[in-house]
C-alpha cells in the first residue's frame, strides 16, 4: 500500500519506519527542511534504539522516502496518519492547531478516497474535528469525494519503541465504515494474520482509549510512591510490597517501582488532557487529579529526602546519574530531574550529571543553571 505519514517526531518516524518494514511504500513528510534532509542522509531526529537501522534499510531499499511537499504526499498515498505534536495548552488541554492544520491540507489536495488516520493522541472528539476541516476545504474547492477518518493510537515506549510497534499487545482501529476498517487490515495485514489482537470500535472509544490506558499507568506510579512514602514511616520495604503485589495476576509487577515519579511526553500531558475532557463533558476525574498532585509532590519529596539525610547542602557536590524521564531515550519532557536539580542548586549544590543520551537537550533546558552543573563525560 501506499502510505503517507504526516510529522516526522518520535511517533511518526518510528510509526513511518516500521510500516515500511512491513512492505509498504511509505513517505515520511514533514514541514522541518533539516529534519528532512538529515533523515535522507541517515541522520536521526531523536534517539531510539534500532530506529537508525530500520530506518536505513527502508530507505535503501525504496520504501521509504522524506519530503516536505504536503501535496505530493496527499496526491500519491492511499492512508494518510496524522502524527503531528498535541503539547497541552497553559491550561492542561492539548492544542489540536497542528492535527487540524494538516487536515486542512488534506483538504486542500485530496482528490479521491483516503482513510486519515489519527496517530496522534487527541481528545475525543477530534476525529469528527478533523472529518469537519477536511469537508470544509473540499466545499470550498466544489470538489466531492468520500473520505474516512480512522483513530489509531500509539501504545508505544520510548527505548522500546520499534519491538512495541512490530509486537503489539493489540491494535485499537476507530472506525465508521466496513470499507476503512478493511484498509486498515491491510495497513497491519503482518500483525492481523500473525494473530495480534484487532480492536475495532468508534472513533470516540478508541481516542478515549489512549487516555485512559496512560492515566491508569499514571495512577499505579503515584499509588506505589506513596506506599513508599508510607513504607519508610513504619520500617516497611517497599520493593517487597511491589513485588508480592505484582505477584497478583490481577495487578502485575508492571509500573510498580518506587522512584521520583513520572515523566516524558505522555503521561503528564495525556493525565492533564483526559482531566480537562472530563471537566469540559461535566464529568470529574478525581482519582487521576490526585495521582497528579502527588506526582509533582513525589519530585519535590526526592529533594527533602536528600536533605534529611545530609543535612546543609550548601557547597556539597552532589552526582545525578541520569537526566532524561527514563533510560534508553533522549527525551527531557518532563522528567523530574527539571524540578530536582534546580531545587538542589538552589539550595547551594554544585550539580556533576552523566547521561549520554539526554546532555544535548538538557543544557537548554537547564540553562539558567549551567554554571552550577558539570556534565560528565563517563
Given amino acids: 500500500m501506499k502510505i503517507g505519514v504526516i510529522g516526522s517526531g518520535y511517533v511518526g518516524l518510528v510509526a513511518g519506519a516500521c510500516l515500511a518494514d512491513f512492505g509498504h511504500e511509505v513517505i515520511c513528510m514533514d514541514v522541518d527542511e533539516k529534519k528532512i534532509e538529515d533523515l535522507k542522509n541517515s541522520i536521526m531526529p531523536i534517539y531510539e534504539p534500532g530506529l537508525d537501522d530500520v530506518v536505513d534499510r527502508n530507505f535503501r531499499y525504496g520504501r521509504?522516502?522524506?519530503?516536505?511537499?504536503?501535496?505530493?504526499?496527499?496526491?500519491?498515498?492511499?492512508?494518510?496518519?496524522?502524527?503531528?505534536?498535541?503539547?497541552?495548552?497553559?491550561?492542561?488541554s492539548a492544542d489540536l492547531q497542528y492535527v487540524l492544520s494538516v487536515a486542512r491540507d488534506i483538504g486542500k489536495y485530496m482528490d479521491d478516497y483516503k482513510v486519515v488516520v489519527d496517530k496522534?493522541?487527541?481528545?475525543?472528539?477530534?476525529?469528527?474535528?478533523?472529518?469537519?476541516?477536511?469537508?470544509?476545504?473540499?466545499?470550498?474547492?466544489?470538489?466531492?469525494?468520500?473520505?474516512?477518518?480512522?483513530?489509531?493510537?500509539?501504545?508505544?515506549?520510548?527505548?522500546?519503541?520499534?519491538?512495541?510497534?512490530?509486537?503489539?499487545?493489540?491494535?485499537?482501529?476507530?472506525?465508521?465504515?466496513?470499507?476503512?476498517?478493511?484498509?486498515?487490515?491491510k495497513v497491519y495485514r503482518v500483525l492481523y494474520i500473525n494473530n495480534t489482537p484487532f480492536l475495532f470500535t468508534n472513533i470516540e472509544t478508541a481516542e478515549l482509549i489512549k487516555y485512559a490506558g496512560n492515566a491508569f499507568l499514571a495512577v499505579k506510579i503515584s499509588f506505589i510512591n506513596e506506599m513508599a512514602l508510607l513504607a519508610e514511616k513504619v520500617g516497611g520495604n517497599v520493593q517487597e510490597i511491589a513485588k508480592a503485589m505484582g505477584m497478583d495476576g490481577r495487578i502485575s509487577s508492571k509500573f510498580l517501582h518506587a522512584g521520583c515519579g513520572y515523566?516524558?511526553?505522555?503521561?503528564?500531558?495525556?493525565?492533564?488532557?483526559?482531566?480537562?475532557?472530563?471537566?469540559?463533558?461535566?464529568?470529574?476525574?478525581?482519582?487521576?487529579?490526585?495521582?497528579?498532585?502527588?506526582?509533582?509532590?513525589?519530585?519535590?519529596?526526592?529533594?527533602?529526602?536528600?536533605?534529611?539525610?545530609?543535612?546543609?547542602?550548601?557547597?556539597?557536590?552532589?552526582?545525578?546519574?541520569?537526566?532524561?524521564?527514563?533510560?534508553?531515550?533522549?527525551?527531557m519532557r518532563d522528567a523530574?530531574?527539571?524540578?530536582?536539580?534546580?531545587?538542589?542548586?538552589?539550595?547551594?549544590?554544585?550539580?556533576?550529571?552523566?547521561?549520554?543520551?539526554?546532555?544535548?537537550?538538557a543544557k537548554w533546558r537547564l540553562e539558567k543553571w549551567s554554571n552550577d552543573i558539570t556534565y560528565c563525560e563517563d
Avoid at 64 to 82: A, P, Q, R, Y
Avoid at 283 to 296: C, D, M, V
Avoid at 299 to 313: A, Q
Wanted: charged share 30%; with cysteine; net charge negative.
Fill in 64 to 92: 521509504l522516502s522524506f519530503t516536505t511537499d504536503i501535496e505530493f504526499t496527499v496526491k500519491n498515498t492511499d492512508v494518510l496518519f496524522i502524527a503531528v505534536g498535541t503539547p497541552p495548552k497553559d491550561d492542561g
Fill in 263 to 331: 515523566g516524558g511526553s505522555c503521561f503528564p500531558k495525556d493525565t492533564k488532557a483526559i482531566v480537562d475532557i472530563a471537566k469540559n463533558n461535566g464529568a470529574e476525574l478525581k482519582i487521576i487529579e490526585s495521582a497528579i498532585e502527588a506526582n509533582e509532590k513525589q519530585k519535590i519529596k526526592m529533594v527533602e529526602k536528600i536533605t534529611d539525610s545530609m543535612g546543609d547542602i550548601k557547597g556539597k557536590t552532589i552526582a545525578v546519574l541520569g537526566l532524561t524521564f527514563k533510560p534508553e531515550t533522549d527525551d
Fill in 120 to 185: 496522534s493522541t487527541v481528545p475525543v472528539g477530534t476525529g469528527k474535528l478533523v472529518k469537519k476541516t477536511i469537508n470544509e476545504e473540499l466545499d470550498k474547492r466544489g470538489v466531492k469525494t468520500d473520505f474516512d477518518v480512522v483513530s489509531n493510537p500509539e501504545f508505544l515506549r520510548e527505548g522500546k519503541s520499534i519491538h512495541d510497534f512490530t509486537h503489539p499487545d493489540r491494535i485499537v482501529i476507530g472506525c465508521e465504515s466496513d470499507k476503512a476498517a478493511e484498509l486498515m487490515k
Fill in 336 to 361: 523530574p530531574s527539571l524540578v530536582i536539580i534546580p531545587e538542589l542548586i538552589k539550595k547551594g549544590a554544585e550539580i556533576k550529571t552523566f547521561c549520554p543520551q539526554g546532555f544535548k537537550e
